[in-house]
Nanobody
Framework: QVQLQESGPGLVKPSQTLSLTCSVS??????????WSWIRQAPGKGLEWIGY?????????YVSPSLKSRTSMSRDTSKNQFTLQLSSVTPEDTAVYYC????????????WGQGIQVTVSS
């Protein structure tokens, strides 16, 4: 059974960098076909796709244009984890952040983490 688990700080100060880790079990992040995604949901808003990392293809990433200038993603294959860094955060970045597995790179995520609440506040 594939399981994903987000971890990281629940509170980040404005202008700092938000760093989250997704730990995967039951599947290898290096397996072909799968894209490993980050999605968020701000209070009262819908889901917003942040981006994905395609570990099997040299860790290629694709990030939403609206977040590209502040976002980076990486992976640690030895730990079967992938990470999200979002810099220069503002209160508008307050959201529940999810990691997910996308089998085809078009947003049809089949497994999700439970989500982690991140609040940006001083």
């Amino acid at each position: 059974q594939v399981q994903l688990q987000e971890s990281g700080p629940g509170l980040v100060k404005p202008s700092q960098t938000l760093s989250l880790t997704c730990s995967v079990s039951g599947a290898s992040i290096t397996a072909n076909q799968y894209y490993w995604s980050w999605i968020r949901q701000a209070p009262g808003k819908g889901l917003e796709w942040i981006g994905y990392i395609y570990v099997a293809y040299s860790g290629t990433t694709y990030v939403s244009p609206s977040l590209k200038s502040r976002t980076s993603m990486s992976r640690d294959t030895s730990k079967n984890q992938f990470t999200l860094q979002l810099s220069s955060v503002t209160p508008e970045d307050t959201a529940v952040y999810y990691c997910a597995r996308d089998p085809d790179g078009v947003g049809t995520n089949d497994y999700w983490g439970q989500g982690i609440q991140v609040t940006v506040s001083s």
